[in-house]
């Protein structure tokens, strides 16, 4: 079945450094939606991207979607403390269900 | 208004208690979800209603019932449950339930099941 695999996992950054999560897709998709949820929140659509090799700036977020269709980042520049959460990619396949990266939690350390 | 409110907030029941969730939005959108959500893992799609018909059931056991009595308004009835089904119960609208559609996510329902 379709598969969307999300990376790192866990990342542990001082506040100030960049942060980047990467969203891998097994088939191409439509779109790919970014998700944030704050610790013990609930999930708040941030973007989403539809055009091959998108790009969209929120700030000081940045997401890309890549040439192919399968794959897409988000990146923080400059973390601050508001930015700690979990973030989710959601990929939407051209036939097929939403389907939800793993997630990758972040912490930012003062 | 582009919120989804859910009720309880927190939610204790034993095996053999029935109990229901409860979800509402006022943006005048068609579709509604319910999904769980475990601890540190993404939310997993449980139901869609899409104009209060049920249009997708992810195979999920009949302990859970859903209903949607208009567009506005969902539940989740819940009866016999195991502790496995402790998590956070997210509801979630959307316009149409077109899968391309931003979904609104609720607040949760934390749920224990003892």
């Known amino acids: 079945g379709q598969q969307v695999m999300q990376i790192p996992q866990y990342q542990h950054v001082q506040e100030g450094e960049d942060f980047t999560t990467y969203c891998n897709s097994s088939t191409t998709l439509s779109n790919i939606q970014w998700y944030k949820q704050r610790p013990g929140g609930h999930p708040v659509f941030l973007i989403q991207l539809v055009k091959s090799g998108e790009v969209k700036k929120q700030k000081r977020l940045t997401f890309q979607f890549g040439e192919a269709k399968k794959n897409s980042s988000l990146h923080i520049t400059a973390t601050q403390t508001t930015d700690v959460g979990t973030y989710f990619c959601?990929?939407?396949?051209?036939?097929?269900?939403?389907?939800f990266g793993q997630g990758t939690i972040l912490t930012v350390h003062p | 208004d582009t919120e989804v409110t859910q009720t309880p907030k927190h939610l204790v029941m034993g095996m053999t208690n029935k109990k229901s969730l409860k979800c509402e939005q006022h943006m005048g959108h068609r579709a509604m979800y319910w999904y769980k959500q475990k601890a540190k893992k993404p939310p997993e799609l449980m139901f869609v209603?899409?104009?209060?018909?049920?249009?997708i059931n992810e195979s999920v056991p009949s302990r859970f019932s859903p209903e949607c009595p208009n567009s506005s308004l969902l539940n989740l009835h819940l009866h016999a449950l195991q502790p496995e089904d402790s998590a956070l119960y997210l509801c979630?609208?959307?316009?149409?339930?077109?899968?391309?559609?931003?979904?609104?996510f609720g607040p949760g329902t934390r749920l224990l099941v003892l």
């Open positions: 979630a609208s959307s316009q149409t339930g077109l899968a391309r559609e931003t979904q609104y």
């Open positions: 959601a990929g939407l396949p051209s036939y097929g269900k939403l389907t």
């Open positions: 209603y899409s104009y209060e018909k049920l249009s």
